[in-house]
Structure formats: structure tokens, C-alpha cells
């Protein structure tokens, strides 16, 4: 947690080496480019050896570098301007292909996202959207594609669904007025996390409704006001936030609710099917031998 790590330095400054002393000072003034760096180059970067980065982790608390390297980079998740955003991308990239390079990051993304999202709140959550009166979907700025995605396909499943438009405060709490204890709120947000979006998820939770977060980290403050966390990794180290994790896991949560209403949503797709094919919704490609090879 980020005040967590700098309290830790401020208390531990008195006993610190002077090498131990730089590394601090380094990271307190440039945690945007610390959180980036190897051992190995954070030691050359402050005149100290790695040994001594090293060291310095686990004498702070951390198992190791690696540790105190991801506590950093919470740290700066909510801390980010965009120009500094651009200044990591260009360093983390350097003279790498940037094709490969972002594409590389969204796959890791993806594989820890696997590893640090709950199954048992994932499948919570399914249970609870499943049983929902209503479905209130809560999702701002650049996660709006987010709510946009999942209430397109909650929408065609279910009829009680509702995408909260994030104009302002007073328009989301008229939209959520009648929410009560039946409901289910899944607020969506990433760093830098949308105020509204988390008042919002707090007000449902003061009228009982079930709250839902989808969001990158434990520290994040949809959370306090969530029943069940679902995990997504997202990187706001970078010139764009990376939606690729969110929507995996988007993706999960509209295929195992769909399951859990098997024979009801099958029905629902079987009326819609009928009218796409009668109003001629979809293109159709015919399967010719041109096609084929």
C-alpha cells in the first residue's frame, strides 16, 4: 500500500546506511521511474551497488526486491499524470517493437489476472446477478467502454438491467433511487479511479443492494464499499489504460452468468435469432468455393 511503504521509510530513515538513504530519497522523489527499474539499474542510478538494493528491500519489510518493486508500482497507480504516463511508456519501450511490447504486456496482464482475481467472489457474483431484481451496471470514463460491452450482453440476456449514465452525481443517484437489497451494482473502475464511481457504489451499499467491484487492486477504493472483488490487472504506466485483463474477465462473467441461466437465456437468443434473421440484422456470407480456398 502506498502510504504504507512511505511510513515505513519515514520511520526506518534514522537507522539507514547512507546508500540505504539514497535509495530512499530516490524512490520518494522519482516513484514514477523507481517502480520501473531493476535492482540492478536503481543501484547505478543512486551510486549504490545491487546488493545494496537488495538489502534495503528486505530490511524495509519485503521478502525481497521484487516485492518492494510492486509496491511501488501501486503506489503510483492513482498518482500517474498523463505526461508521466508518457515519459514510462517511453522508457519502458525504449528501442524495443512497440508492437510487441504492448502485446506482450496485455498477455501478462492477462496471466496474473488469472492468478490474483477470487474464484470464490467471481462465482459469488455470478450467483448473486443471477437472483438480481434489478442489475445496475456503474461504470466512468474510459471503463464507460467497459459498462457499454457488459450491458450490451447482460441486456439481450436479462431485462432488468441498467446502465447508469455518469453525467453527474445528481443523475446517478436519480438513476439508482429505487435500489435496494434486491439489486446488484457492479461498479467498474481503473486509476485513476472516477470519484463518482466509487460515491455512487457507496451510496448502493448504504441501501443494501449487493455491490460488485471490478477494479486492478485491493487497495483501490472501490473496494471498501464492495461485497465481492473481482481482480483485473490494468497498467496506467503506459500512454492508455490497457482494458485487455478487464474484458477477459468481463468476458468470464457474461459466459458463467449465461450458463447459470442456461435454458432461459437459450430461449431468449432462440426469439432473438428469429427477429435478426427476419430483419435482416446481420450480413450474411455465403460459404462459396472462392471463400473456401
Known amino acids: 500500500m502506498a502510504k504504507h511503504l512511505l511510513a515505513k521509510m ?5 537507522s539507514f546506511s547512507k546508500g540505504q538513504r539514497l535509495i530512499a530519497a530516490y524512490i520518494q522523489q522519482h ?3 523507481a517502480a520501473f527499474m531493476t535492482a540492478s539499474r536503481l543501484g547505478a542510478t543512486v551510486g549504490v551497488s545491487e546488493s545494496t538494493v537488495v538489502r534495503f528491500a528486505t530490511e524495509i519489510g519485503y521478502e525481497g526486491y521484487p516485492q518492494l518493486q510492486k509496491a511501488m508500482q501501486e503506489m503510483i497507480r492513482s498518482r500517474l499524470t498523463s505526461v508521466q504516463r508518457m515519459e514510462v511508456t517511453s522508457a519502458r519501450i525504449g528501442d524495443a517493437d512497440v508492437l510487441d511490447s504492448v502485446l506482450n504486456q496485455d498477455i501478462e496482464k492477462i496471466r496474473r489476472t488469472l492468478e490474483e482475481t477470487s474464484h470464490e467472489d467471481f462465482y459469488h457474483a455470478v450467483d448473486v446477478i443471477a437472483e438480481a431484481r434489478k442489475i445496475y451496471i ?11 460491452f457488459l450491458n450490451f450482453y447482460f441486456s439481450l440476456m436479462f431485462e432488468n438491467v441498467k446502465l447508469v449514465t455518469t453525467g453527474s452525481e445528481t443523475e446517478m443517484y436519480e438513476q439508482m433511487l ?5 439489486d446488484v451494482v457492479l461498479g467498474i473502475s481503473f486509476p485513476r479511479y472516477s470519484r463518482k464511481a466509487v460515491r455512487a457504489m457507496e451510496f448502493a451499499g448504504a441501501r443494501g443492494a449487493t455491490v460488485v467491484a471490478l477494479t486492478d487492486s485491493m487497495v483501490s ?18 500512454v492508455v489504460d490497457s482494458l485487455v485483463a478487464p474484458l477477459s474477465l468481463i468476458n468470464a462473467l457474461i459466459v458463467a452468468t449465461a450458463l447459470k441461466k442456461k435454458d432461459e437465456v437459450s430461449d431468449t437468443f432462440r426469439h432473438l435469432e428469429k427477429i435478426w434473421d427476419e430483419n435482416q440484422v446481420y450480413e450474411k456470407v455465403e460459404d462459396t468455393e472462392e471463400n473456401q480456398t
Not at 429505487?178 to 434486491?182: F, K, S
Open 10 to 14: 519515514e520511520e526506518m530513515a534514522p
Open 31 to 33: 516513484y514514477d521511474k
Open 138 to 148: 456503474l461504470a466512468a470514463r474510459s471503463s464507460a467502454a467497459l459498462g457499454s
Open 178 to 182: 429505487r435500489v435496494d437489497q434486491r
Open 221 to 238: 477504493p472501490l473496494v471498501q464499499p464492495a461485497r465481492y472483488v473481482l481482480l483485473a490487472r490494468s497498467d496506467m504506466a503506459s
